[in-house]
Each structure stands twice: as C-alpha cells, then as structure tokens.
C-alpha cells in the first residue's frame, strides 16, 4: 500500500484539537451522539471524535456522560433516536449526515447541534450560511460545493474512457438530495453523458437498484455521499464487484473494503474536528456564531486488486495523482 500523505494528515488532525484545559469543577456534560450507521460500521468515527473531546479534558465518567444512539442503518428511527436524546436534555448533540441532521433538527430548535458529515447545509436548510450559520445548528460540511460531483464523472471518464451511461445511486430521502441529483445531471451534460439515477432508500433496496442498472446496461457508477450508503458500504462494493461496475464513491473507507476509487474528504479528520466545535459550545459560544467549517483537503484513493478483478485500466495520469494506492 502506497499512502505518501496519510500521516502528515494525522499529525494535522492532531495538532488542531490541543488539550484546552480543567473544565469546571463539579460540571458533567452530557452529550448526545446521534448516528445512522451501527456502533461497529461507525467505530472508528466515534472512537476519532471522543478521543479528540478526551484530549480536550473531556473525559467519560469523570466529567463527560456520552449518550449514543444509533440507528442500524434504518433512516426512520432517525426521528425517534433525536426525540430520545432531547428529552434527556443532553448539553449538545453531535450528528452525522444529512438524515441525522433533519431529525435532530425537526426534535429541538434550542439544544445546540454540531454536524459532523453535512451536505450542502445551506441548500439543505440546516443553516442561514457557512460563515454565519444562525440557529442552534453548526460544525462541518463533508463538500466544498456541489461543483464536486462533476469531478465523479470526470474521474469516471478517466477508467472508462468510451463511458456513454453512468449510473447516479441515490438516496432522495435527505433534503439536500434533489439539488445533488440535480448538480450531477448538470455536470453529466456537460460532459456529454446520459446520467441514469437509480435510487435506494435503504439497505433492502441495493439489490434492486444494482438489477436496474445492469438493465439499464450502464457503463460505470457514481455513489452518491450518504450515510445510509455509507452504512452500507460493504454490500455496495459487493455488487459493484458482481456487476463489474467500476464505482468512485465519497470517503476512503469504501476502496479499503473494495471499492475501486474514492474523491473526498477525510471523515475522521472531520469527527476530530467537531469534537472543537462541542467544546466551545459548551464553554458558552453560541453555535449560530461559529462558522461551518468545509474540508480543507481532498483525498484521493484508488484500488488497484478492484480494478484488476473487475478489468478496469487506472491509467497512469490517475495513478500518479491518488493520494493512497491500495495493492
């Protein structure tokens, strides 16, 4: 495995969150956790975000009390999990994607809320704007626009040069999700694509979506950022591979279990980083006074075993600009 940037990356991530001194003698905070993925797919989120709140002087059963609730991967407990959380009246509650967001939102207009995967916040509704937010919501957006969905197809065009018909896998439940389908049928015409959009709101639907494509006979695959499909990124990458779909998704964790290429931001690096957004909070900030913070770096990896099990050539030129090469 070539990875020439991962650890500098992991020194920055360190050094922005430096132990920030005692808290108040007596006060134990209760933060709420709030996830859509189970405790073992989000395990090394949750542990990147409370080690960070630890190195704060956030420490559990001294003076922090971590309320976790996840969702298995099903969207429509989502409400019922944030409910929960605001009538335990936790100090701040620490969301994941856009689904968490809207729920936790829709549960409570008073506790603060940092977001930790969002996705076009403002297009969404979650907040007035990213330098002023407003509200009770803040924290950080997975995207530095929606002009990065034409990227996907880009890289797409790259391993699949005569690429005539790309599949768009979508989740349409999360507000935000029809200005992305809607930004990747731009991107699709501009670059003379035929974009198919195929969506799934949950697990059960993934097979059907993957028989659709392959009637629709498309030539290649587009993920789109979501936590349900981030949820279920192993079953993802398992029928991409059965249909010999090459596939870019949005986080390095799907090519680490076999997916063939991904373009986004660090999701641990950005945990890390809401966890600085809960501690000023609860040191008194208001969260509609802290600006959303957008990825300050993007990570590109490619799987080369994907590629040689499903035929599909990285040229050279792509090779030389991945940030990881898994062998």
């Given at each position: 495995m070539i990875d020439r940037r991962?650890?500098?990356?992991?020194?920055?991530?360190?050094?922005?969150?430096?132990?920030s001194g005692a808290q108040p003698a007596g006060k134990v905070y209760r933060i709420g956790y709030i996830q859509t993925a189970t405790p073992d797919e989000q395990a090394h989120l949750t542990k990147a975000f409370e080690d960070a709140l630890r190195e704060l002087g956030y420490v559990e059963g001294r003076n922090a009390v971590f309320e976790r609730r996840f969702a298995w991967g099903k969207q429509e407990r989502l409400p019922?999990?944030?409910?929960?959380?605001?009538?335990?009246?936790?100090?701040?509650?620490?969301?994941?994607?856009?689904?968490?967001?809207?729920?936790?939102?829709?549960?409570?207009?008073t506790i603060p809320i940092v977001m930790g995967a969002s996705r076009d916040?403002?297009?969404?509704?979650?907040?007035?704007?990213?330098a002023r937010p407003g509200g009770n919501i803040t924290g950080l957006t997975s995207e530095t626009g929606l002009e990065i969905v034409g990227k996907y197809l880009e890289l797409t065009k790259e391993v699949v040069p005569n690429a005539s018909r790309v599949a768009l896998l979508l989740n349409p439940i999360p507000p935000g999700a029809a200005n992305y389908r809607k930004a990747t049928e731009n991107a699709a015409n501009n670059l003379g694509v035929s974009l198919s959009v195929v969506e799934a709101r949950g697990r059960d639907e993934l097979e059907g979506a993957f028989a659709a494509m392959a009637r629709e006979r498309v030539d290649a695959l587009v993920v789109q950022s979501d936590p349900v499909f981030f949820t279920a990124r192993s079953q993802i990458v398992q029928l991409a591979m059965k249909h010999r779909l090459p596939a870019v998704y949005q986080a390095?964790?799907?090519p680490e279990v076999g997916g063939l290429m991904s373009y986004g931001d660090n999701v641990s690096y950005r945990f890390r980083r809401a966890a600085v957004y809960v501690d000023k909070i609860l040191k008194g900030t208001k969260p509609g006074e802290l600006p959303v913070e957008q990825s300050p770096k993007i990570e590109f990896v490619i799987n080369l075993r994907t590629a040689k099990a499903i035929g599909a050539v990285i040229p050279q030129s792509l090779l030389v600009r991945a940030d990881e090469v898994i062998q």
């Open positions: 991962r650890f500098v990356g992991a020194l920055a991530a360190t050094a922005v969150v430096p132990f019922e999990l944030a409910a929960e959380l605001v009538r335990l009246n936790v100090d701040v509650i620490m969301t994941g994607g856009n689904p968490v967001i809207a729920a936790v939102k829709q549960a409570t207009s916040p403002v297009g969404a509704g979650f907040i007035a704007s990213l390095r964790e799907f």
